[in-house]
């Protein structure tokens, strides 16, 4: 035992000597190479540039694209550690990238932000950290360091349906085509009878003085008020998905109102709650749709009960044309719809009115799912009563002669245009 100790000290007494120098040396390269990284990161002609591209204005419930270009003038590769100040209200505190620049390269990163609110979202900096192949130290390079930019209603699905409204390519999107089965008409002119001409219209005093058979053309009556009606009352505030319906109901008036005014109709718009407010008058105008949307960015849900009255009173007082009333707007039970039911009735005889209000998805699926116990049962037979109730809002609102749509909340824009589509076919205004 103690020759064993012996030894055990002659060794560590030899080999100490030989380890603190090879200590100093590798902390003398250590040194040598922190002093290298530092010149190429900071005393070097090369640098970082950069900024953030953003649109002037982002759709709300859609992915839009963030790009930021990058370049590297350093005469060495860096890797890059990237993060983005984005705003607060997406309550992301882990962003980040992290890349590869070569010497002399330039490149552009992209991610998506999905903003579910209204109004102006601040960008902070975007930080980009650059790292030699040395990888010691890293140079923090900070640019964009203040971008504000406004989220707009769902500019993005307006393009979309404006393209596909238009197309043979409704079905892929849930939208139907329809039959005419009515007429609403406006006399064009008189013209040669050709094959395939419906000989109704045939006019039998212009074939007389010209002796040969001559037809009225008719073309599509033109220029009819649309009128979106958003409920702007506490029921509209409830989320799915990250939007409150008021905003699924903004996003439909948006569209519904671009597609109106290509269909050569009149557009418009107002919200109620205990008053009428956001009112944009039916027009025809180029401004229109830019009026719309400016009015739809500033509606905001007020958190009080809506007053059916004060509508019916304010539609009587101020349409005097016959129009579409396309009302958004929510009711959870039979005996919330009796309530403001004189009402839809009185608006119904004197425009044709479409009652808009939406199912709970939350709801449905709660319903599906599997009962293993008896507090379970009882949970979903509450949620087959709510369930049942909007089918019995929905016959009741038909019995008294008021159009419907009962729609799932992300189906809301397809439903919307598939009714008016279904109106316009029909002749019913």
Not at 235 to 255: C, E, Q, R
Not at 393 to 415: A, M, S, W, Y
Request: aromatic letters at 10%; one cysteine or more.
């Amino acid at each position: 035992m103690v020759l064993t100790t012996l030894v055990a000290g002659f060794v560590v007494s030899f080999m100490v000597p030989n380890l603190y120098g090879a200590l100093k040396i590798l902390f003398f390269l250590f040194c040598l190479l922190l002093l290298v990284d530092l010149l190429l990161l900071f005393a070097s002609k090369g640098k970082i540039e950069g900024h953030r591209i953003l649109t002037d204005k982002l759709s709300n419930g859609d992915e839009n694209l963030i790009q930021l270009q990058l370049g590297n003038t350093y005469l060495f590769p860096v890797t890059l550690k990237i993060i983005d100040e984005i705003p607060i209200q997406f309550q992301k505190r882990d962003f980040g990238l992290q890349s590869k620049l070569n010497k002399g390269q330039a490149k552009l990163y992209q991610y998506h932000l999905r903003p579910t609110e209204r109004g102006v979202y601040s960008f902070g900096s975007l930080n980009v950290f650059a790292i030699s192949p040395i990888g010691f130290l890293a140079k923090k390079y900070r640019f964009d360091q203040e971008q504000e930019v406004p989220v707009y209603p769902s500019f993005l699905q307006l393009q979309k349906y404006d393209l596909i409204a238009f197309t043979n390519r409704l079905h892929e999107y849930g939208l139907k085509k329809i039959r005419r089965i009515g007429h609403t008409m406006e006399f064009e002119q008189i013209k040669d009878y050709v094959l395939g001409d419906d000989i109704r219209n045939i006019n039998w005093k212009a074939t007389a003085k010209r002796s040969q058979l001559m037809v009225n053309q008719y073309q599509d009556e033109k220029s009819q008020p649309i009128y979106s009606v958003i409920d702007k009352g506490r029921v509209m505030k409830m989320p799915f998905n990250g939007l409150s319906l008021l905003d699924y109901a903004i996003n439909a008036t948006l569209v519904i109102s671009n597609i109106a005014l290509k269909k050569q109709d009149k557009a418009g718009m107002f919200s109620f709650s205990d008053k009428i407010e956001n009112r944009v008058v039916a027009e025809r105008r180029s401004s229109q749709m830019n009026l719309i949307l400016e009015t739809l960015y500033n509606l905001e849900t007020n958190f009080i009960e809506s007053d059916f009255s004060r509508l019916y009173v304010d539609v009587k007082r101020s349409l005097n044309q016959r129009s579409l009333l396309l009302l958004y707007t929510n009711f959870e039970t039979l005996d919330a719809l009796h309530r403001q039911l004189p009402y839809l009735v009185a608006m119904a005889k004197q425009h044709l009115l479409v009652v808009i209000f939406f199912e709970n998805t939350e709801l449905n699926e709660f319903a599906t799912q599997k009962a293993e116990t008896v507090h379970q049962i009882f949970e979903q037979t509450i949620a087959e009563k709510f369930i049942y109730e909007k089918k019995l809002i929905v016959n009741e609102l038909r019995k008294h002669g008021i159009q419907t749509i009962l729609t799932k909340p992300e189906d809301l824009t397809i439903n919307t245009i598939n009714k008016y589509l279904e109106i316009k076919a029909r002749g019913l205004i």
